[in-house]
């Protein structure tokens, strides 16, 4: 068993260049309310997968940012793991897809974790894991999901739901970067979303309203958060940031009133890319990390509708502070409407999930 301090080494990410302004959106079908989305849900516009996109290609880049940013050879990666919901293959290994892309070797781990909105921060679980294990050195753990081309035309959500890829390479030693030190769970087989086999698009299966809301996300992430402190045998006051799945106003505001947080502002990170799914709460951490002190406490908590909720407690180990990711973040194109389900092939064939490369 490892004994040694395990963490993120190093990461990458990527996000389309592309983005659709919730106000075009709302003025198409006039089905939805555009302050409520903008003020509420905190979304001013959303991230267009291009058709030469898709979660595979977008986790690639994130990875191949996460290996150049590496401060050891990259053939000391041992396992890959592939965090996402949105995969284009439902029978082959994605994973094994996406190693393919990046290294030219067959002596590795590969797993797809997918766990709906949650399988970003269950992926970097499992890669904690295998390396607290000693079944691998150095695990390469992408999050990404491409669920903008899985919301069907008109649908509410039409307007905020974007994509994006986050990837982190999970080793052990003195140059980890951010240090896990506490894991939490909270689990349940609660029926809000879900994909059949037979469908491109996310189905709603509850009423996305505040009694929902309650037995979801509130719940579940209130469960595993305070499980991550208990396993890190801290108290919440020595958090410095706290990472929530996306969520609107009200669930934010419940959550932070609910845990007892005082003086600690919603992020604006999303507000030009949408919501991200798996991607979500991983790229929201890595640009708090970019911005923290050595020693700061980073709790990250994910969940996923009609799975359920993970957190992550990280110790800052070393500052970094190139502001990667923000300068990444601000370099995009607003498109029309048209456009945007030109690009996502919501236009023809709409019930068939066209992959990138197929």
């Not at 309203?209 to 396993?231: P, W």
């Not at 923000?326 to 370099?331: A, G, H, M």
Request: proline share 2%; hydrophobic share 35%.
């Amino acid at each position: 068993m490892n004994n040694s301090k395990i963490g993120i080494k190093s990461y990458g990410i990527s996000v389309p260049y592309l983005r659709l302004p919730v106000k075009d959106t709302v003025e198409v079908w006039q089905n939805n309310n555009l302050e409520y989305i903008t003020q509420n849900i905190g979304v001013k516009r959303r991230t267009v997968v291009g058709s030469d996109e898709d979660t595979l290609t977008l986790a690639a880049e994130s990875c191949q940012k996460a290996l150049s940013n590496l401060k050891e050879d990259t053939q000391n990666i041992d396992s890959i793991l592939l965090g996402s919901c949105s995969t284009p293959d439902i029978f082959r290994s994605n994973a094994n897809q996406l190693m393919s892309f990046l290294m030219s070797k067959t002596n590795y781990f590969s797993c797809d974790v997918r766990s709906s909105e949650n399988s970003g921060v269950s992926s970097i679980v499992l890669g904690y894991s295998l390396i607290k294990s000693g079944i691998s050195k150095n695990s390469l753990v992408s999050c990404s999901d491409t669920l903008s081309k899985n919301i069907f035309p008109s649908e509410l959500r039409e307007a905020y739901i974007g994509s994006g890829a986050a990837s982190v390479v999970i080793g052990s030693g003195d140059d980890v970067l951010a240090e896990i030190i506490g894991v939490g769970n909270s689990n349940s087989n609660f029926p809000e979303q879900g994909r059949m086999e037979d469908s491109r698009y996310l189905r709603i299966m509850a009423n996305l309203n505040r009694s929902i809301a309650e037995e979801g996300q509130i719940q579940r992430s209130l469960e595993s958060v305070n499980n991550a402190l208990k396993d890190a045998f801290i108290d919440i006051s020595e958090v410095n940031n706290f990472v929530f799945q996306e969520c609107s106003n009200q669930i934010f505001l419940k959550l932070t009133q609910s845990l007892g947080i005082k003086k600690f502002g919603r992020s604006n990170i999303f507000e030009d890319l949408g919501q991200l799914g798996s991607a979500g709460p991983i790229l929201q951490m890595l640009s708090i990390l970019e911005n923290s002190q050595k020693g700061d406490i980073i709790l990250m908590c994910g969940y996923g509708h009609g799975s359920g909720s993970t957190s992550i407690v990280f110790k800052v180990n070393k500052t970094v502070s190139d502001g990667k990711i923000q300068k990444q973040l601000q370099n995009y194109k607003d498109i029309s409407y048209s456009e945007a389900i030109k690009n996502e092939f919501k236009y023809s064939q709409p019930e068939i999930a066209l992959g990138t490369f197929m």
